[in-house]
């Protein structure tokens, strides 16, 4: 009983900010566009707002989608390397990924900024999406490392024999037993980059191509400083609830995936 009463507490505290926020966004309040009774005012400023809600939720997911496709790619293929692979330096490149951890994001977007800018993927959304990879590489490919390595090494081996090579029993054998840790990689890619607002911010200079956390920061003072609350909070709600609807959907998966890292480590 004292569990259940600390649980419930424990959702009633996280749940409660958004429960908030979607009231404030149809509740009347003076100076939104819903002053009077309850109502979607607030969300029809939100999807009117410059190049529209439509666009910055297509910017979003494009930029998230993209994020997750190439941070599972890569940290895939570096998590089968390092737990399948020997070869010379193996635990000192490893520990020299996992040292990007330690060193803060925001110091880097401009040498970042620079090098996209030589490149040709400066204001674009695939240059913040490489970007977001990169950020998200360490912890992901630690994670699939943890995955591959808690496979029976007998599956691999089994897969050898029937005439697969490294790259088939990849494919056909492997991944579908490391499922949980792709998709725990997958959904921390996607929160990270659907919710990133500094590096689109000091990335992208083109208004069509912002993302929404961008667009709902420029809204609270589009009219001379005057935050429109109401508008704001309606942003809140758009930006929160793919991810609580991702987290209810693949909540099975993603805790397996930690615990099967958990029991490995």
Not at 45 to 57: F, K, N
Not at 105 to 120: D, E, F, K, R, S
Not at 175 to 194: D, I, M, N, Q, S
Request: aromatic share 10%.
């Amino acid at each position: 009983m004292p569990r259940h009463v600390l649980t419930g507490a424990l959702a009633l505290l996280f749940v409660a900010p958004l429960l908030w926020a979607g009231g404030a966004s149809v509740s009347p309040q003076g100076g939104t566009a819903q002053a009077v009774g309850w109502g979607f005012g607030n969300y029809e400023t939100l999807a009117g707002y410059q190049a529209g809600l439509l666009r910055y939720l297509w910017n979003s997911t494009y930029l998230s989608l993209l994020t997750v496709v190439f941070t599972l790619v890569v940290s895939t293929l570096g998590g089968y390397a390092f737990a399948v692979y020997r070869f010379p330096g193996k635990n000192v490149l490893f520990l020299s990924v996992l040292a990007i951890l330690m060193v803060p994001y925001a110091t880097l977007l401009i040498p970042l900024y620079v090098l996209l800018n030589q490149l040709g993927l400066q204001n674009s959304l695939v240059g913040v999406a490489l970007v977001m990879t990169m950020f998200q590489l360490p912890f992901a490919t630690f994670m699939m490392r943890i995955a591959f390595e808690a496979v029976p090494r007998e599956l691999l081996e089994s897969a050898l024999v029937d005439g697969c090579n490294s790259v088939t029993a990849l494919l056909r054998v492997l991944l579908p037993a490391v499922r949980p840790g792709l998709v725990t990689v997958g959904l921390f890619a996607f929160l990270a980059a659907w919710n990133d607002f500094i590096t689109p911010l000091v990335l992208i200079s083109d208004t069509t191509k912002q993302t929404l956390p961008l667009a709902v920061a420029n809204l609270r003072s589009q009219v001379m400083g005057v935050v429109d609350y109401g508008a704001t909070e309606a942003g809140v709600v758009v930006l929160a609830l793919p991810c609580v609807l991702l987290f209810l959907l693949l909540q099975r998966h993603y805790v397996a995936g930690f615990m099967s890292g958990a029991l490995k480590g």
